[in-house]
C-alpha cells in the first residue's frame, strides 16, 4: 500500500518561513505527480499546487493564494516531495496534506496524514 | 477560477437510507470530477474519479453521475461507517478547486 509521511509542520511567526517534507514509498514515486493540499481548521479542502514528474518536465501549477510564496519540488533519488512556504500568513495556517496523483488525470488517490502549520505570533 | 457549489452542506439521515449530494460547478468541465470522503481527524479518501468512475476498493453502494455542470454522489443504502464529510474536486482547469463540503451525520 502507498505511503505518505509529512513532517516538517510547526508553529511559527507570520512572515518567517518554513518547509515541510513529504516522503513517499511503496510506489515508484518518480513516476506520478505530487500535490499538496490544506485545510484550515475547521474550514474545506484547498488545492495549494502539484509538481509533475520529471517525465513530464517537473513543472509545477500553483493556488493564486500562495503563488510566489509557496515552492514545491521534489527530489526523486530520496522520494522527497517538499513544500517551501515563505512570507508565512496567518491565513496559512491547517493540516497541509501531502498527496499523490493518479496516472490518469489528476486525481488525488493517496494521501498523508498530514501536518500542522500554525502561523501565529 | 471554477467555482464549485456543493448541496446540501449538511445532510442528517439514517442508516439504510439512499442520500444523494449534488456538485454545481461555475462552468463546464466535462465529466473532470473527483469525489473524496474525509472522516474527522483523517486525511481523505478518493471515492469516485471521472464522475462515474469507482476508486478500486470502494464499495459500490457508492455511485456518481453527471457532466458540464452537474453532478451527483449518491450512497444506495447509507452504513455507519459512511457518516462523514463528502467533498467534490474539479481537475478541469487550474487552479483545482474543491467544493465547500457537505457533512452527513446520523438522524
Known amino acids: 500500500e502507498v505511503q505518505l509521511v509529512e513532517s516538517g509542520g510547526d508553529l511559527v511567526q507570520p512572515g518567517r518561513s518554513l518547509r515541510l517534507s513529504c516522503i513517499g514509498s511503496r510506489f515508484s514515486f518518480g513516476d506520478y505527480a505530487m500535490s499538496w493540499v490544506r485545510q484550515a481548521p475547521g474550514k474545506g479542502l484547498e488545492w495549494v499546487g502539484f509538481?509533475?514528474?520529471?517525465?513530464?518536465?517537473?513543472?509545477?501549477e500553483y493556488a493564486a493564494s500562495v503563488k510566489g510564496r509557496f515552492t514545491i519540488s521534489r527530489d526523486d533519488s530520496k522520494n522527497i516531495a517538499y513544500l517551501q512556504m515563505n512570507s508565512l500568513k496567518s491565513d496559512d495556517t491547517g493540516v497541509y496534506f501531502c498527496v499523490k496523483m493518479a496516472l490518469f488525470g489528476h486525481y488525488l488517490d493517496y494521501w498523508g496524514q498530514g501536518t500542522l502549520v500554525t502561523v501565529s505570533s | 477560477d471554477i467555482q464549485l457549489t456543493q448541496s446540501p452542506s449538511f445532510l442528517s439521515a439514517s442508516v439504510g437510507d439512499r442520500v444523494t449530494i449534488t456538485c454545481r460547478a461555475s462552468q463546464g468541465i466535462s465529466t473532470y470530477l473527483a469525489w473524496y470522503q474525509q472522516k474527522p481527524g483523517k486525511a481523505p479518501k478518493l471515492l469516485i474519479y471521472?464522475?462515474?468512475t469507482l476508486q478500486r476498493g470502494v464499495p459500490s453502494r457508492f455511485s456518481g453521475s453527471g457532466s458540464g455542470t452537474e453532478f451527483t454522489l449518491t450512497i444506495s443504502r447509507l452504513q455507519p461507517e459512511d457518516f462523514a464529510t463528502y467533498s467534490c474536486?474539479?481537475?478541469?482547469?487550474?487552479?483545482?478547486?474543491f467544493g465547500g463540503g457537505t457533512k452527513m451525520e446520523i438522524k
Open positions: 471521472a464522475a462515474s
Open positions: 474536486q474539479q481537475v478541469h482547469s487550474y487552479p483545482h478547486t
Open positions: 509538481i509533475r514528474s520529471k517525465a513530464h518536465g517537473g513543472t509545477t
